[in-house]
Antibody, heavy 117, light 110 residues
Framework: EVQLVESGGGLVQPGRSLRLSCAAS????????MHWVRQAPGKGLEWVSS????????DYADSVKGRFTISRDNAKNSLYLQMNSLRVEDTALYYC??????????WGQGTLVTVSS | QSALTQPASVSGSPGQSITISCTGT?????????VSWYQHHAGKAPKLIIY???NWPSGVSHRFSGSKSGNTASLTISGLQAEDEADYYC??????????FGGGTRLTVL
């Protein structure tokens, strides 16, 4: 059974940093691209970032480019999102998701990030 | 990276069919057959229900079907059931090698 478990969310002040993690199991993590997607309170889904299986392909939404960094450790079956210079508008539930044929076929339950002073 | 355009809400009675549209541009929906649809019940993880415009993941009901014409993709749900009440999102691959979601459509089963 595929499982994705996010962690690392919390309350943080504007301008500070936070690192999210996603622990994957139930599939061969090292061969799949992975994504981060977020949902702000009362809003829709927003794609944040993706990383190829070999970390050679990394992309970001314009809203986070230059502030967020996606990475992975295939030996640990883990995906990460380093979030720097956080803004109030980054407040959201952050999901990690597995890639499948340009879609996202498995999602975690999400970890909540709240940016507030 | 503008969001794809979906109606904010649709509704239908049990047993009826509804269609949700998803409009983008030639740089996303119109340029690739990489459109997917997600069902999202509040408090749960989103669920993939259609990928590559028309394909079903294993275990997904064929009451859900997808199509595309030009820059607009569509999701049709036939034989509406109470458990179909949820938010639905389209998504597309883009020419920038990113992904873009629609704004979401709230389906109400009357």
């Amino acid at each position: 059974e595929v499982q994705l478990v996010e962690s690392g969310g919390g309350l943080v002040q504007p301008g500070r940093s936070l690192r999210l993690s996603c622990a994957a199991s139930g599939f061969t993590f090292e061969v799949y691209a992975m994504h981060w997607v977020r949902q702000a309170p009362g809003k829709g889904l927003e794609w944040v970032s993706s990383i190829n299986w070999d970390t050679e392909g990394i992309d970001y939404a314009d809203s986070v480019k230059g502030r967020f960094t996606i990475s992975r450790d295939n030996a640990k079956n883990s995906l990460y999102l380093q979030m720097n210079s956080l803004r109030v508008e980054d407040t959201a539930l952050y999901y990690c998701a597995k890639d499948r044929a340009y879609s996202l076929d498995y999602w975690g339950q999400g970890t909540l990030v709240t940016v507030s002073s | 990276q503008s969001a794809l355009t979906q109606p904010a809400s649709v509704s239908g009675s049990p047993g009826q069919s509804i269609t949700i549209s998803c409009t983008g541009t030639s740089n996303d929906v119109g340029g690739y057959n990489h459109v997917s649809w997600y069902q999202h019940h509040a408090g749960k993880a989103p669920k993939l229900i259609i990928y590559e415009v028309t394909n079903w993941p294993s275990g997904v009901s064929h009451r859900f079907s997808g199509s595309k014409s030009g820059n607009t993709a569509s999701l049709t749900i036939s034989g509406l059931q109470a458990e179909d009440e949820a938010d639905y999102y389209c998504s597309s691959y883009t020419s920038s090698n990113t992904r873009v979601f629609g704004g979401g459509t709230r389906l109400t089963v009357l």
